[in-house]
């Protein structure tokens, strides 16, 4: 089976920190805006996109903006009693998480694949060769954080940065990254 093109959205510190204790050590409105118009603009109209998170990424939404909305949220969970909400899917695994966007419920439906996280996810979507391209919001600062995203350097090239903000004395830009294609 061969896996749709996906892109992996995601913001780090300077140090590749991306998390603290299962939540965000930062609060960044505009990098919150920036996350939700890409994760919900679609090419079609009547499609939406899918975000796949491991099962710490979904609990660490607060509750009452679960599921993320406009979006077919799928959760990577070992339990399969992971409660189901509508706009939810639950697979165990990457490629079992793949197989259910590829149902022919969902295929017409689904317009662009996002991975949200967490670190184990993303390791495992960088070594995917369908995964396309890095949305990383480059945050100015460092934190003490927990949780790290891997290298990708090697593999990807900038294509594209935002000019820089300064939101609450933190400063953060935009890029885009591609993957490179030999």
Not at 35 to 59: C, E, H, S, V, Y
Not at 79 to 90: G, H, P, R, V
Request: net charge negative; charged share 25%.
């Amino acid at each position: 089976m061969s896996v749709r093109w996906f892109s992996i959205i995601v913001a780090m510190d300077e140090k590749r920190g991306i998390g603290k204790e299962g939540t965000l050590p930062w609060h960044l409105p505009g990098d919150l805006k920036h996350f939700k118009t890409l994760t919900t603009t679609t090419d079609d109209p009547k499609k939406q996109n899918a975000l796949i998170m491991g099962r710490k990424t979904w609990d660490s939404i607060p509750e009452k903006f679960r599921p993320l909305p406009d979006r077919l949220n799928v959760v990577l969970s070992k339990n399969k009693t992971q409660s189901m909400a509508q706009d939810m899917i639950s697979a165990r695994s990457f490629e079992e998480a793949f197989a259910a966007l590829e149902t022919p419920e969902q295929k017409d439906l689904v317009d662009k694949i996002f991975v949200i996280g967490g670190a184990q996810i993303f390791k495992i979507a960088l070594a995917s060769p369908s995964c396309e391209a890095l949305y990383l919001t480059h945050i100015q600062s460092t934190y003490a954080c927990d949780t790290f995203f891997p290298d990708f350097e090697s593999q990807y090239e900038s294509v594209e940065s935002s000019t820089e903000f300064d939101e609450n004395g933190t400063r953060y830009f935009f890029s885009l990254y591609k993957r490179h294609r030999f």
